[in-house]
């Protein structure tokens, strides 16, 4: 597929841009970037008539060792930004700095060697292991590409992996249809480890899994973070397991990041809108909270992204949009009162404590007429 | 009396595979304007026994008994189902793309769940489609009674299906994972909506769902499903604060932010059981950490526990061992240790003998 990035410049092996000493230096910065998906229409001349602003001015670092969650709902470009990350999208503009080098530019060849550092774990653990393959060879798949290991070698490479993630290592020859959702799911964790990587994006990786087969998958994401000193980027969009897996979460609403800050901080007291009805949205397994929170109900869906609102791209279902918030885009900054490393794009932040009212259409009344209507004529026709 | 009454309820398929046990003599009450919660992870029977209720399982050997105001549903012809279902029971499904047709405009649609129970005229049907979608807040309905599906967000046909479910006034809508594919503040108007439909309508709800917190939320009874039995069952409260079996106290432990959990996860180890060669005894018991001789020999009878009034629990344990904390926990293992024997020692030897295997071959 075309695309409207940029034509890549030949990078060559760049030095790397800061002079910061490798510890300190962030493992991962993503500065500026934008992804837009043409629309074309036509069928001899395809013109462009208009694009997908799927990612719109992505800033963040992820310093090692760390989690950074992300999270958002569907179509505010989380998954797009996963794959900038790792270049499986070329960037429409932008940079991406991985371990002080920018590989946005970096061509297929010069960016193989970048590639081994950094994986990916998919959502779903059927779509994204091949059927017609064996276990030991999807997870060995890797270490052959990028020429690590060969024949006898290998196969113990791999068995080693399997037993990391807890499969049984004599499994080697089976294929995928042989094993439970949980189970490859751990396959999938055994091939982005495959290489040591210093980075690995989790794409929703427990979303698809039963809740009792979703914490194993955790904690032993968990245990090898540990282990192998990794830095994730997990996406997804149940909040109670974000807030338990990172040390940062970045909140995206249409492609652009609304609020961003310590884990504990974001959510103890949410300074963006979205961000505060998104917490009271989700649904925790207490009775106790889930029925005495105070719940802002959001009215309306996301707008679309091929024509996403002005200004602030929250205020048309925000509770405290003002006129400002339709003119004026907010920049992503520290709010009075805030830590450092808690930054909140918005006019008027939401002060902690304060309670959302959401505009809320009169559902009540039209159910309330519903309800006291006479049944209609032909009940008589019941048996 | 209850609304809907359903007693030891069997369903199984015949495949070339054998024999798949889904649902395994299950009982449970629906009153009139309550809301039961059933939870269960997939393959635990809960969508399956649903399905039974309303004829929509065919090529299923179905027993028990399913009572729905006097009419005993299983031994109704399919005609006389069909009156009933819709009409009397509806039903919303997790996926509104696959469960709207998607030929037809959703006004259509929804005139033709009314015209099929109701003697209307075309107009008149038309008339109270548009007013069922501005009842369920779908902007512009005289625009959109025109809408194709497709043309509908996620959240919108939802809506569209909780509009033509609630068209004849049911008396019992049944959502099976009504907000499983949609996000947290879409569901979370959808079941503000729907618990304002119920009260408007004083009808009653069965939800369905893998979700705790869904069920934390909008349930006044849960009933805890796993392999095709009820494993416990409970108003909302006792069921996060005191559970009794120790499946529902694994869901609890294992959910990130739920009402027993803290630092770091205690998943339930295995996978769950298949459904063709079910576990004997409690099907639970191999991934059961308190799991006793008894346990792989005999089923457990679902009997009243100490955890508060219509508490009911399947589960070998002493009544009284009910709640989520250290010292519930230690109780349980002081009552277990022992209860140990030979089929236990058998059960770690099988499960710790497949380990060991697996460490020499790569060795």
Redesign the interface.
């Known amino acids: 597929m075309a695309d409207t990035t940029a034509p890549v410049s030949p990078a060559g092996d760049e030095p790397p841009l800061t002079a910061a000493p490798v510890e300190d230096r962030p493992l991962l910065q993503v500065e500026n970037v934008v992804k837009h998906f043409p629309i074309k229409r036509g069928i001899f001349f395809k013109r462009q008539i208009g694009s997908v602003q799927a990612v719109e001015g992505v800033s963040l670092e992820v310093c090692r060792g760390e989690t950074l969650g992300l999270v958002g709902e569907t179509g505010c470009g989380k998954s797009t930004l996963a794959r900038c990350i790792t270049r499986l999208h070329p960037l429409t503009s932008g940079r991406v700095i991985f371990d002080g080098v920018d590989i946005s530019r970096l061509s297929a060849r010069q960016l193989r060697t970048h590639r081994r550092r950094m994986q990916m774990i998919f959502q779903d653990p059927f779509g994204s292991l091949n059927p017609r393959r064996r276990v030991g060879s999807i997870i060995g798949d890797p270490l052959a590409i990028h020429g690590v290991a060969d024949g006898g070698e290998r196969k113990r490479q791999v068995q080693e992996l399997m037993e990391v993630v807890g499969l049984n290592p004599e499994h080697y020859n089976r294929f995928p249809s042989e094993f439970s959702g949980g189970q490859r799911q751990r396959i999938g964790v055994a091939r982005a480890l495959a290489l040591r990587p210093s980075l690995i994006v989790c794409d929703e990786p427990v979303s698809a899994l039963d809740v009792s087969v979703q914490a194993q998958i955790i904690n032993l994401l968990e245990d090898l973070q540990g282990e192998f000193n990794l830095t994730y980027v997990f996406i997804a969009h149940d909040l109670a397991v974000v807030e338990h897996v990172s040390d940062r979460v970045a909140v995206m609403y249409l492609g652009k990041i609304v609020e961003m800050g310590g884990t504990a901080e974001l959510f103890g007291s949410p300074r963006h809108p979205y961000t505060a009805a998104l917490l009271s949205a989700s649904m925790v397994a207490d009775p106790d909270k889930a029925r005495s929170s105070h719940r802002v109900v959001l009215y309306g869906d996301v707008p679309s992204p091929i024509n996403p609102p002005s200004g602030c791209r929250f205020h048309t279902r925000c509770p405290k949009a003002q006129p400002i918030c339709s003119v004026e885009e907010p920049p992503l900054r520290v709010q009075a009162g805030d830590a450092a490393g808690h930054v909140t794009a918005c006019h008027f932040p939401v002060v902690p404590g304060e309670q959302l009212v959401g505009t809320a259409p009169a559902i009540s009344a039209a159910a309330t007429a519903f309800a006291a209507a006479s049944p209609e004529i032909g009940e008589e026709d019941r048996a | 009396m209850s609304l809907l009454s359903v007693r030891d309820l069997t369903v199984s398929f015949p495949t070339s595979d054998g024999v798949v046990r889904a649902v395994r003599g299950l009982s449970f009450d629906v009153e009139a304007g309550q809301t039961l919660g059933i939870v269960g992870?997939?393959g635990s029977g809960k969508s399956v026994s649903a399905l039974s209720l309303l004829g929509l399982n065919p090529g299923a050997d179905i027993s028990g008994s399913a009572v729905f105001e006097g009419t005993e549903l299983l031994a109704l012809h399919q005609d006389?189902l069909r009156?009933v279902r819709g009409?009397e029971i509806a039903m919303i499904f997790q996926d509104p793309l696959s469960s709207l047709h998607p030929y037809y405009r959703v006004g259509w649609q929804i005139c033709e769940a009314i015209r099929t129970?109701?003697?209307?005229s075309r107009e008149?049907a038309m008339r109270?489609a548009v007013?069922?979608l501005?009842?369920v807040?779908i902007?512009q309905p005289e625009r959109r009674v025109f809408a194709f599906p497709h043309e509908l967000?996620?959240?919108?046909r939802q809506r569209a299906m909780i509009a033509m479910a609630?068209a004849l006034?049911p008396k019992l809508l049944i959502a099976d994972e009504p907000t499983t594919a949609l996000?947290?503040?879409?569901?979370?108007?959808l079941?503000?909506?729907l618990g304002?439909?119920q009260r408007?309508?004083g009808m009653a709800m069965i939800v369905i769902t893998?979700?705790?917190?869904?069920?934390?939320?909008v349930a006044d009874t849960v009933l805890v499903m796993y392999a095709g039995r009820g494993a416990e069952r409970a108003d909302?409260?006792t069921i996060?604060?005191s559970p009794h079996h120790p499946y529902t106290r694994?869901?609890?432990?294992?959910?990130?932010?739920?009402?027993g959990s803290g630092g770091?996860?205690?998943?339930?180890?295995g996978?769950?059981p298949s459904l063709i060669r079910t576990p004997s005894g409690c099907a639970f018991h191999p991934?059961c950490p308190f799991a006793m001789d008894v346990c792989v020999r005999d089923q457990p009878p679902f009997v009243p526990v100490s955890g508060g009034e219509g508490h009911l629990s399947a589960c070998w344990l002493p009544p009284d061992a009910v709640g989520v904390d250290a010292a519930a926990d230690a109780a349980r293992q002081r009552y277990v240790d022992g209860r140990r024997g030979p089929a236990i020692a058998r059960l770690r030897a099988a499960a710790s003998g497949?380990?060991a295997?697996?460490?020499v071959?790569?060795g």
């Open positions: 992870e997939t006389q009156r009409a129970h109701r003697r209307t008149e109270q007013e069922l501005r009842m807040s902007p967000s996620g959240g919108m609630l006034r996000d947290a503040t879409v569901q979370a108007q079941m503000e909506l304002g439909m408007e309508l893998h979700d705790l917190g869904l069920v934390a939320t909302y409260r996060f604060h694994g869901l609890l432990a294992s959910i990130p932010g739920a009402a770091r996860l205690v998943p339930i180890v996978q769950p991934r497949a380990r295997g697996g460490g071959a790569h």
